[in-house]
């Protein structure tokens, strides 16, 4: 057993905590770890340190490698540019083939929470032998307990046996009328981003759904020494994310439900949801007064950060940026990062 780790995010929805040089899988989000380190410790002990691959890039490699020591160097793989989760996925899939070509893998974000890890581990156990069992590609589903429209939703088809069905399809972030509906209809699942398959099943699946893209990789595996023609060939790859690429289009598509305190830290909303929070609905870090203010996250590395009578803010103080927020325009943030490319302004980002 292996476990793909993708860790190429840029966190921009987390300015100004989550920088360029530092984004959010590589600090401590929701506990003392950071995010990549709790994805890690998670696995285990399905899987040990040295059978997991982080995909990454070249910027964030050094710092991965110090964070997870227990991981082999040579197995923190940098892509040369970024080019979505299909060629990410395929070309760790191409390296793993090299070693362990029998070998069953796992493919998951390197910035989600779980808050429950021992039914994680459960439900992965239970894609783990339904991918062992033939040339399935199995995703992992969430049981929704809201319409949210920022999520992916997967369909259930065909029972395969408890918990386990086919896929009849995939919806790519639907408005909140139909995200209701899906909710209430009891046959949709929330799509976590975190798959199991066979090495081979998902090399066979690139060659049949991405051809091109299949060839590329082999070519920039085969350049590995030579980082430039590893570069060129890389570049080549077309930008194409893995459900768009194979899971919407193969027909062997699973997915296994479960419940397991999933979120995926998607903005900052998402602590506002973990908490722990007070008697107002504030959810605090650092030095923080809340007086007579409700619904409120407010983090601060050094100062006192102080609030009277206000509501539904998210307040970041870092040492050179402070965001102030409406918490329902925290998605937004991302929008910060474009005004200060736009200015010039690069010590910020």
């Given amino acids: ?13 987390f300015w100004p905590k989550s920088r360029a040089h530092r984004p959010k899988q590589l600090l401590p989000i929701v506990g003392d770890r950071t995010m990549v380190q709790e994805t890690v410790e998670r696995l285990a002990p399905l899987v040990s340190p040295d059978r997991v691959w982080v995909v990454t890039g070249a910027d964030h490699a050094e710092q991965l490698r110090e964070q997870l020591p227990g991981v082999p160097a040579a197995q923190v793989v940098v892509e040369p540019l970024g080019r979505n989760t299909a060629p990410a996925i395929g070309l760790a899939a191409e390296l793993i083939a090299r070693v362990d070509p029998q070998a069953t893998m796992i493919v998951l974000p390197a910035d989600h929470h779980i808050r429950y890890p021992d039914r994680f581990r459960d439900v992965l156990s239970r894609a783990i032998d339904l991918a062992a069992s033939g040339d399935w590609l199995v995703t992992i589903g969430i049981e929704p307990n809201a319409p949210e429209t920022g999520y992916g939703y997967v369909e259930r088809g ?8 086919r896929v009849r399809r995939f919806t790519e972030k639907p408005d909140r009328t139909r995200a209701e509906e899906f909710v209430r209809s009891g ?16 090399r066979d699946a690139l060659r049949r759904l991405m051809p091109e893209t299949a060839a590329r990789l082999g070519e920039a595996v085969a350049a590995r020494g030579d980082r430039a023609r590893f570069a060129a060939a890389y570049q080549a790859i077309e930008d194409r994310s893995i459900d768009y690429g194979i899971l919407e289009k193969a027909d062997n598509v699973a997915v296994v439900a479960g419940d397991f305190g ?21 959810v605090v870090r650092g030095r923080v007064l809340a007086l007579s203010s409700r619904g409120n996250l407010v983090a601060s590395e050094k100062r006192l950060i102080a609030l009277v009578g206000v509501e539904g803010l998210v307040v970041i103080d870092t040492e050179d940026a402070v965001l102030v927020c409406s918490a329902d325009r925290v998605q937004d943030v991302k929008q910060v990062i474009d005004e200060l490319q736009r200015r010039g302004w690069k010590e910020h980002l």
């Fill in 1 to 13: 057993m292996h476990a793909v780790i993708l860790a190429g995010g840029k966190g921009t929805r």
């Fill in 158 to 165: 065909e029972e395969i046996d408890a918990g386990r069905y």
């Fill in 262 to 282: 999933w979120d995926d830290i998607g903005s900052w909303s998402a602590l506002l949801r973990l908490g722990p929070a007070d008697a107002g609905g504030n």
């Fill in 187 to 202: 046959g949709y699942l929330w799509n976590a981003g975190i798959f199991v398959w066979r090495v081979r099943a998902i």
